[in-house]
């Protein structure tokens, strides 16, 4: 099941039920969905309502909620809807991932923009949408995964027609949302859509000097928020040790104490002490707290997940025939893996504290609907159809 | 050129692209790339590929290399701005025994855990309540249940010092929020014993009264050698029964007593009653919490006035062999002239006036001094200032600026003038020996260290004030102190407190006597004050004579022997 039928197979198994010969949308779904990156998903989503339990408390307390478990609750809520989110995107066809991820793309850069004029603000950033019966949404999270998208068509058209201006369409759109999310101000965002983009760019066949070019814009645009930005100065002098910065300092060392107070195995579930003095325990510092409560083993299980899912699912998606579907899946598990590698860089002190979720671990409504959109587009897009992938190389070999 | 789009239908087929090496035609540039490190998406994942790797290295040396926070109470604070009090798993740091004069322990601390709760992760505080009060004796459910939810802290001391089977019980019951700490506690060996003295200690381990308080430093910097007090176990426990005994007998709302060394200013016994237990003393009423001794100064009256005398024989405003005649009293301002209630045999001399308490005399002798003279007087004695002692809330005098001719002549007794009972047996000790003052201390001396003594009278003065004092207990007012075979030397004082118009109220007393023993060489100051004593049947008044004194002559009764003293004679007896 997990490598496309080869001419010459057996044919014995298509007549047993629930096989290639069910065309039910489920069987069909079973059949051609890619295990690695589902299972991988799932664990996120299952580690992530366990985190919470350690992590929910603390973060209530520090924000002063009534309930203790409120954000454990809510967190659990989110991850259902999150998991139905993926389940039925991944049910989709590339063109309806097309389709969505433009019209998502117009109206998350529409809400963007539009809280950027008149926003809610919450520790300094307009980021935050109110919705009715006490929900937010925060658009950059759907703006990012629809903007690989479309930079994604953008790169496939060119790769259709190289005459297509793929390369400066994509660049145009990154423009338009990092300029977006840059105005917020979300700097570690717009720092990861470039990143993204970077990469896609060079896949599409953008000319190296273009990278180049785009890495020199982004080590000056950091240059001058060094100088222009006050917490941006703090929170660097604070990771190299320059002089500066008492706050911030604690909090990326409060994230080595938790880390080393849980040695091996961890103190346990629901022992964790220096998780409560972490600030965002339950967002920002996730990865923290589980090294505090279960261990090294738990955060190298974190990691091996991010991985797995990540680098295998890259594996997968560079195979890809169909340029989109290639662009847009590598692009988003990019998107994905980048983001929580900064969120583990940042948590073990090797980054500046940069305020960044951990993918489906860290608690956030839009965050996690946001990754639950992005991975199930990568499970609609990596699934097997007739001539999706290249044949590897142990395939060739059968052929031959 | 087309955009291949799968067709989700599509039958499955092998892939058309095999072809032979050599023959291939040029790939189509969408086409995946074949060559993987000509691929940018397979460098994008080798980079990824190397930043988890390099996390979970980080991650391993941080978890396993680095130093582990032994308390996470140890680590700075967090930042500042932060809204909740991380909980302190730290416990109390160890603290130095407390041991008496012969190292009998008096306080010690012990390892016990203590309860506690985090509202902040208590699921139902009504239910947590209930059950821990199921299985935790003393504890109120409903008033638990209150402090779960209304608290604001992270921690809710539910009951310190658990016993093992309520430990075993709450861990059966695995509630969440409710939590064990090891703990240290102080235990007190001897119950309320000198408890102002000792003092007492906070949860957090900090002294927060007494030696506790003032030797917190030395005790826990040393943890394992124990702090010597001053204290003698044997006669502390006799003056605490006795002055217990003296304020049931005269129903006193309140009593001090206290024994200090002669030779060492060394405190042997100090008491204050009503008195509390120190491990218990966040129950302890105020009037309990009250601290006789040194923190609240009193008018004492007329055993003020072998001060006055003193004074006046030092700065030779009176002559030792003058008399005085004192039946036509002593003029005032306003008023009637000032009389003694007793028909005196004129002249009198000073023992005499002393002896049967005269406050004509001392008036007299206090005017002559003036108020430089007494200034001067009080300076050498020690009176004009908080009686020197390490512990904290030494109370200073409460002196008159500037009096009147009427009110120096109220001083010469015993009025108008505010010290602690500590500050005035203080200056008694003036007159135990050549005339200096030994250094106080609530530790007890090494053997052959030096005290520190001040010059306060010359040894002559000395040496006649204890001559006027055992006439005072022989013949005076203070013959229930006078136990045979110690020669007891003192001055009884019966102090009517203030009303309130200003004027004196003789039902509300306060009745002391401040003795030194043995006559033939003081080597210990026993003072006894009684807080408004009321008179037994029969006798008239509660006096200082009839109470104080017979008090301090019980405690010299008992600690005579403890103490070792020894007429002369009888030591001579027993040498064959």
Redo the contacts between chains.
Sequence with gaps: MSRPLAPGASASFLRDGLTRSDRSLIAEWRQTIDPLILVSALLLLGGGVMASLAAGPAGAAREQLSNAYGFTLRHGVFALAAALTMMTVSLARPVDIKRFGLALFVVASLLTAGLVLVGTTVQGSARWLRLPMGFQLQPSELLKPSLVIVVAMALAAKAGRPRFPGIWLSLGLLGAGAGLLALQPDYGQTALLAVVVGALLMAGGAPWRLLAGMAGAGAAGLVVLYFTVEYVQRRINAFFGWEGAKADDLQINRSLDAISHGGLIGVGPGEGEVKYQLPDAHSDFVFAVIGEELGLVGLLGIVAVFAALCLGGLARARRLVDPFARFAASGLLLLVGVQAMIHMLVNVQLAPTKGMTLPFISYGGSSMIGIALTLGAVLALTRKRALAYSPSPSDLDRVA | ????????D?????????RAAGSAPRPV??????VVWR???????AA??L??A???V???A???L????KT?AQ??I???????K??S?EIAPPRADLVDRAGILLASSVLTPTLFADP????DPVQTAQAVARVIGDVDAGDLAVKLTNSGT?FVAIKRGVSPRETAAILDLGL??IKLKKDRRRAYAHDHLAAQLIGFVGDDGEGLDGVEAAFDARLKAEPTLPLHLSIDLIVQSAVEEELQQAMSAFNASGGMALVISAKTGEILALSSLPSFQPSAFRTATANQLRNRAWVEPYELGSVMKPITIAMGLEAQAIAPDETFTLNQGLPRQNASPLRDSRLWDDPVSIEEMLTFSSNVGPAMIAQRLGTDGLAQGWRLLGLNAPAPIALSGSAAPILPSEPSAQTLAQIGYGYGISVTPLALARAYLAFAQDGTIPELTVLARTPGEETKRLRALSAETAARMRGYLRAVVETGTARAADIPGYEVLGKTGTAEKLDEEGGRDRDRNVASFVGLFPGWAPAYVVMVMLDEPVASDGAPRATGGATSAAAVGRIITRIGPVLGVQSPADSAKEQP
């Design positions: 050129m087309m955009v291949y789009t799968p067709d989700f599509a039958p499955m087929a092998a892939p058309k692209r095999k540039d969408f086409a995946p790339v074949r691929d940018p998406l397979f460098w994008a994942g990824l590929a930043g988890f390099a996390i979970a980080k991650a391993g941080v978890a396993l680095r130093t582990p926070l996470i680590a700075p967090a930042a500042p701005e932060a809204p909740t991380p909980i798993t902040s992760i208590v699921v992270r969440p929020g």
